[in-house]
C-alpha cells in the first residue's frame, strides 16, 4: 500500500541522511586529514592539502612498525580462525547428532557460562595463563581463542547440523576412523553456509579483539595491530605527528572495511541469527 | 533437543570413542580450563591479599570491607549506573525508529541506509574510540570545527579533558557503535509482522507514530527485552571503549568498575590480584542484580498475530 508522501516523509528521509552523516563523517574526516600535512592540518582542519601526502602512510607503515603486528595479526587472527572454527564445528556436530553418555551434562555445564559475564574471571585466567607459560605470546592468544565453548555457535551450527538427514551417517559402518572421514567429507561441505558465517564472526572478533592481546603481550614486537594502533596514539603527546596516526588508522581500518565489503549479506544475516533465540 | 534427528549408537559407544574424545575434549575441556574455572578460582582470589609474586595471604573478607569504604568503587559504580541507565535507551530508541523507517518506508537509498547503518559494529574499539577521540580534540577537533563553522567558539576546548563535560561525552561513541546490530535485529523482526495488521490502522487514518507506538513495538516487545537485557549488561561490564577514550579520566570522572578493577590488576603502580578480583566479585553480583532487576521491570507479555 503506497501513501502519498509529504514535508514530513522529508523531515525522516533527512534522519537517515543525518545518521548516515555520523557514520561517514568521522571516517572521511579521517581520511581527508591523513592526507595533509601537519602544518597544513593544524593551520585549518577544512583547507584542501596543496598535494595529496599519500607519503604518511608510508610513514605510519614504517614507524609503526605496522608490517610487523599485520603479520603478528595474521598469524594470531589465522591460526586462531582455522583450528577454532574447525574444533567448533567438530564439537556441534557431536554435541547434537551423537548419543553417548554425559551429553545433557555438557550440554548444561555449558549453558551455565551464559549466565556468567566473565569479567571477574579476567584475573584468575591470566594468573592460569601465566603459570601455563602462555603469556607475552601470540601462541597462548591463540590456544585461548581456540579452545572453548560458545553457546552461540554451537546454536548456529547445531540449527544446520540438526536439519540434515539421518540416512547420512546411518549408510556404512560407523567406527572411530570413518566417522572422522564422514565427518570431513560429508558433514562439512553440507554445513559449510553455517561454518562460514562462525569463521566470518570469529574474523571480526579476533580481529577487533583489544583487551585480551592488551593484557597478555607485553613486547612490543609481538603487538596485534589493535593494540600497536593504541600505543601509537599514546606516544602522541610526545611526537604530535597527527596525521600520521591518522594513516594508521585508516590502515587499521582496511581489513575491517573489506571483509564487511565482501560478507556484508553473510554478517547481517548471521547478526539477527543470534537473536532469534530470544 | 530434536530427539530424532540423534543417531542412537550406545552399543557402538566404544567405537566411537577416540572420535569423541576429539570432538568434545579441546573445546569442553578449554571451556572447563579457561572459563570454569576461573570463575570459582575468583571466588578465592578475592579473599587474598595478593600481588601475584609474594606468598598469598588469606584475609577473609577484608578485601571486601575495603571496597565498602573505597569511594573510588561507589565513584565508579555512579558512573556505571548512568551509562547504563542512558546507552541502553539510546541505542534502542534509536534503532526501534531507523528500523521502521528503514522497514516501512521505501525511502530513496534504503538499501544503502541498511549497509552503512551497520558498517560501525564491525570497526573494532581502537578504531571507534580513536575517531571519537580525534572528534573531541580541543585543538583540531572535528566538533569544535563544526561548531565554529556555525559561529560557536570554543577556544579549544576538550570535551574528554574536562570533569564537566567527559562523562557526557563518551556516551556517543557507545550509542554510535552499537546501534547497527539492532537496527538488523529489528528490522529483521519487522518485516515478519502481516501487512495486514497496519491496513485498518492505515484505513482509520492513523499515523505512523501511532502505527510504531500501537503496532510495532508491542509486537516485537520481547525482542526489545531481550536487547534492552543484553545492552545493560554489556555497558555494565564494558571497560575497553573508557580505558581507551580517557582511561578513567580527567580525575577520575569517566571512571567505571570494570576499568577499576582492571587498573587494580595490571595498572602501573599497583598489582593488587586480591582486591581486584573482590571488585570483581562485586562487579560480578551488580550484573546479576541488574539482570533480575530488567527481567522484572520490563513486560514479559507476547502478542500472537
Known amino acids: 500500500m503506497k501513501e502519498r508522501r509529504n514535508i514530513i516523509d522529508l523531515f525522516w528521509w533527512l534522519v537517515l541522511i543525518g545518521w548516515s552523516l555520523t557514520i561517514l563523517f568521522p571516517i572521511v574526516w579521517d581520511l581527508y586529514e591523513s592526507l595533509k600535512t601537519n602544518p597544513e592540518f593544524f593551520q585549518n582542519v577544512w583547507s584542501f592539502p596543496d598535494k595529496l601526502q599519500w607519503a604518511n602512510y608510508k610513514k605510519a607503515w614504517l614507524n609503526y612498525h605496522l608490517l610487523n603486528a599485520m603479520l603478528n595479526t595474521l598469524y594470531y587472527v589465522g591460526a586462531s580462525l582455522l583450528i577454532g572454527t574447525f574444533l567448533t564445528a567438530l564439537n556441534a556436530y557431536a554435541l547434537t547428532r551423537i548419543e553417548f553418555k554425559g551429553r545433557k551434562f555438557i550440554w548444561a555445564m555449558i549453558m551455565l557460562s551464559l549466565f556468567l559475564p566473565g569479567i571477574n574471571a579476567l584475573i584468575p585466567q591470566y594468573i592460569l595463563m601465566r603459570d601455563l607459560h602462555l603469556t607475552n605470546s601470540l601462541t597462548g592468544l591463540i590456544v585461548l581463542n581456540c579452545l572453548g565453548e560458545s553457546v552461540f555457535f554451537l546454536m548456529l551450527l547445531g540449527g544446520f547440523m540438526r536439519s540434515l538427514p539421518r540416512e547420512l551417517e546411518e549408510s556404512g559402518t560407523i567406527d572411530g576412523a570413518s566417522i572422522f572421514k564422514m565427518f570431513i567429507r560429508i558433514i562439512m561441505p553440507l554445513a559449510m553456509p553455517g561454518i562460514v558465517t562462525v569463521a566470518i564472526f570469529k574474523f571480526i572478533g579476533l580481529y577487533n579483539s583489544f583487551l585480551e592481546p592488551f593484557i597478555y603481550l607485553s613486547d612490543s614486537d609481538k603487538y596485534t595491530i589493535g593494540v600497536n594502533i593504541y600505543h601509537a596514539n599514546m606516544l602522541m603527546q610526545y611526537t604530535n605527528d597527527w596525521v600520521t596516526l591518522f594513516a594508521g588508522v585508516i590502515i587499521t581500518m582496511i581489513p575491517s572495511v573489506l571483509i564487511f565489503m565482501f560478507f556484508q549479506r553473510w554478517i547481517m544475516e548471521g547478526a539477527t541469527l543470534g537473536s532469534v533465540k530470544g | ?305
Not at chain 2, 563553522?149 to 563535560?165: S, V
Request: glycine share 8%; charged share 15%.
Open chain 2, 1 to 305: 533437543m530434536d530427539k530424532s534427528a540423534v543417531i542412537c549408537c550406545k552399543r557402538r559407544t566404544f567405537k566411537n570413542g577416540s572420535f569423541l574424545t576429539f570432538a568434545i575434549v579441546p573445546t569442553f575441556g578449554g571451556y572447563l580450563l579457561f572459563a570454569l574455572y576461573p570463575n570459582v578460582l575468583s571466588i578465592y582470589y578475592s579473599l587474598l591479599d595478593w600481588n601475584g609474586i609474594t606468598k598469598p595471604k588469606f584475609i577473609y573478607f577484608e578485601n571486601y570491607v575495603r571496597l565498602f569504604n573505597d569511594r573510588y568503587v561507589w565513584r565508579a559504580l555512579g558512573h556505571n549506573l548512568f551509562y547504563m541507565a542512558t546507552v541502553p535507551i539510546c541505542v534502542i530508541l534509536i534503532s526501534l525508529v531507523l528500523s521502521y523507517l528503514l522497514t516501512n518506508k521505501g525511502y530513496k537509498g534504503t538499501s544503502i541506509f541498511k549497509v552503512l547503518f551497520f558498517f560501525p559494529n564491525v570497526l573494532s574499539t581502537v578504531v571507534v574510540s580513536l575517531l571519537w577521540a580525534f572528534i573531541y580534540d580541543g585543538s583540531f577537533g572535528l566538533l569544535n570545527a563544526l561548531l565554529k563553522l556555525f559561529g560557536i567558539d570554543m577556544n579549544g576546548f576538550y570535551w574528554l579533558g574536562d570533569t564537566r563535560t567527559a562523562m557526557y561525552a563518551v556516551l556517543p561513541p557507545y550509542v554510535w557503535a552499537g546501534v547497527g546490530l539492532y537496527i538488523v535485529i529489528f528490522m529483521n523482526a519487522m518485516t515478519t509482522i502481516p501487512k495486514s495488521l497496519y491496513e485498518s490502522a492505515i484505513l482509520e487514518g492513523a499515523s505512523h507514530m501511532t502505527r510504531l507506538f500501537r503496532i510495532t513495538i508491542p509486537l516485537i516487545t520481547p525482542l526489545i527485552r531481550v536487547s534492552a537485557i543484553f545492552l545493560v549488561l554489556g555497558t555494565l561490564k564494558s571497560l575497553d571503549l573508557v580505558l581507551i577514550l580517557t582511561r578513567g579520566g580527567p580525575a577520575g570522572s569517566t571512571d567505571v568498575i570494570g576499568l577499576y578493577m582492571f587498573n587494580m590488576a595490571f595498572g602501573e603502580q599497583v598489582q593488587n590480584y586480591g582486591y581486584a578480583s573482590a571488585i570483581g566479585m562485586f562487579l560480578f553480583f551488580i550484573l546479576v542484580s541488574a539482570k533480575l532487576v530488567v527481567d522484572k521491570l520490563l513486560p514479559d507479555r507476547g502478542y500472537e498475530y
